[in-house]
């Protein structure tokens, strides 16, 4: 079984900060992670995935996440937040091989940026 | 080409009553998911369509839910009779291959649904 850890339910930000939203996972298999958001009244939008290789994954609309396996950590970060990054962002993870192929979702995180 | 869109966008009703909701998939999407989201809480599978057969519904809370798929185009999720428990986000999702369904899963807004 895997499961999903998002600590933060609201990170509240001021326009052109940093923002660093955390994920962790725990799981007894290799895993697949990604990041989606969710725009008002839009559905969920993938941001980024890691599968394998480089542990630093760059995404959409300036978003980047590190795979820290000793940590099992996926913390998705952004060097300066605009106010249309508003958002509900979820961390995901599913495993990377056999077995069920269905993800595992956190509880998501909502990022509200301020002028 | 067209998301996928879901109908209604909201729905409010009492307990006890029946409320169905729809999905359109994004056209020649063979794989088809629901998924729920209540309030505050994690996104959580409920089953997954290949074309109109259910390929897993493991996530399916109870038997008030009832899911199809005729033709394998659009789906419809039913709750009958609905508890005050069934309120949140119901999101659907589709792709076209289900091995790789991360890869190219396609979300739609959800439909809120409040039973009071």
């Known amino acids: 079984a895997q499961s999903v850890t998002q600590l933060d339910s609201q990170v509240p930000v001021f326009e052109e900060a940093p923002v660093e939203l955390r994920c962790n996972y725990s799981?007894?298999?290799?895993?697949?992670l990604f990041w989606y958001v969710q725009y008002p009244n839009q559905g969920l939008q993938l941001l980024l995935k890691?599968?394998?290789?480089?542990?630093l994954v760059k995404g959409i609309n300036g978003f980047e996440a590190e795979f820290n396996k000793s940590q099992t950590s996926f913390h998705l970060r952004k060097p300066s937040v605009h106010i249309s990054d508003t958002a509900e962002y979820f961390c995901?993870?599913?495993?990377?091989?056999?077995?069920?192929?269905?993800?595992?979702f956190g509880r998501g995180t909502s990022l509200i940026v301020h002028p | 080409e067209a998301g996928v869109t879901q109908f209604p966008s909201h729905s409010v009703i009492e307990k006890g009553q029946t409320v169905t909701l729809r999905c359109d998939p994004i056209?020649?999407?063979?794989?088809l998911y629901w998924y729920r989201r209540v309030m505050g809480k994690e996104i959580k599978f409920l089953l997954h369509?290949?074309?109109?057969?259910?390929?897993?519904e493991s996530g399916m809370p109870n038997n008030r839910f009832l899911a199809e798929r005729t033709g394998g185009t659009y789906s419809t999720l039913k709750v009958q009779p609905a508890e005050l428990e069934d309120s949140g986000v119901y999101f659907c999702?589709?792709?076209?291959?289900?091995?790789?369904?991360?890869?190219?899963?396609?979300f739609g807004p959800g439909t809120r649904l409040t039973v009071l």
């Open positions: 995901a993870v599913r495993t990377d091989g056999g077995g069920s192929y269905i993800p595992t």
């Open positions: 890691y599968l394998s290789g480089s542990t």
């Open positions: 999702a589709s792709s076209q291959d289900s091995l790789t369904s991360m890869m190219g899963q396609f």
């Open positions: 369509f290949v074309k109109e057969s259910k390929q897993d």
């Open positions: 799981s007894s298999v290799s895993v697949y």
């Open positions: 056209s020649g999407h063979d794989n």
